[in-house]
T-cell receptor, first 111, second 110 residues
Framework: SQTIHQWPATLVQPVGSPLSLECTVE??????LYWYRQAAGRGLQLLFY??????ISSEVPQNLSASRPQDRQFILSSKKLLLSDSGFYLC??????????FGPGTRLTVL | GQQLNQSPQSMFIQEGEDVSMNCTSS?????WLWYKQDPGEGPVLLIA?????ELTSNGRLTAQFGITRKDSFLNISASIPSDVGIYFC??????????FGTGTRLTIIP
């Protein structure tokens, strides 16, 4: 069966510091991978998605970037965090693009 | 771009009551998905609808794909405490991306 992991689970970072969040999927090959951000009490905003290694599509201009160095690894990064980067970051995978399956999320607080 | 409206925004009900929520759009979609999110966790897929007019049940949950392909509803019968959470509709045009509704927050009053 497929599983998706995210780490860290929680993170507190100062403004201006770098960021690296990791997502890995097990039990499937060549998945579509997604990064979402969810502000408190709000819906999910799609940040990036990837249909293959080194193939990244950005949905909104922002202070973040994504990379996919391996088939089942998706990384979200920033060189300098802003206060507005705080939120709940969710990674998801799908096969074929319809049903997406989410990881447990990373709670990021930028102070 | 397409507009996706989910309502109600929040619901306060007593245990045992039935719940109904819906999503409407100005656009036609190929797929309607419904997710539930518990506090501090990732959303979990509840029901997937693939055909206009399709009515699908999953235990106490029932969802329908509107015949116009622009709307969908989710019903929960005989609510229990573990139904508390945020419910999202998430339709798809048939590409790699989902569009998420703003969510319906369900609270059960003791």
């Amino acid at each position: 069966s497929q599983t998706i992991h995210q780490w860290p689970a929680t993170l507190v970072q100062p403004v201006g510091s770098p960021l690296s969040l990791e997502c890995t999927v097990e039990g499937t090959s060549n998945p579509n991978l997604y990064w979402y951000r969810q502000a408190a009490g709000r819906g999910l905003q799609l940040l990036f998605y990837s249909i293959g290694i080194d193939q990244i599509s950005s949905e909104v201009p922002q202070n973040l970037s994504a990379s996919r160095p391996q088939d089942r690894q998706f990384i979200l990064s920033s060189k300098k965090l802003l206060l507005s980067d705080s939120g709940f970051y969710l990674c998801a995978w799908s096969i074929g693009g319809d049903e997406q399956f989410f990881g447990p999320g990373t709670r990021l607080t930028v102070l | 771009g397409q507009q996706l409206n989910q309502s109600p925004q929040s619901m306060f009900i007593q245990e045992g009551e039935d719940v109904s929520m819906n999503c409407t759009s100005s656009s036609i979609f190929n797929t309607w998905l419904w997710y539930k999110q518990d506090p501090g966790e990732g959303p979990v897929l509840l029901i997937a609808l693939y055909k206009a007019g399709e009515l699908t049940s999953n235990g106490r949950l029932t969802a329908q794909f509107g015949i116009t392909r622009k709307d969908s509803f989710l019903n929960i019968s005989a609510s229990i405490p573990s139904d508390v959470g945020i419910y999202f509709c998430a339709p798809n045009f048939g590409n790699e991306k989902l569009t998420f509704g703003t969510g319906t927050r369900l609270t059960i009053i003791p």
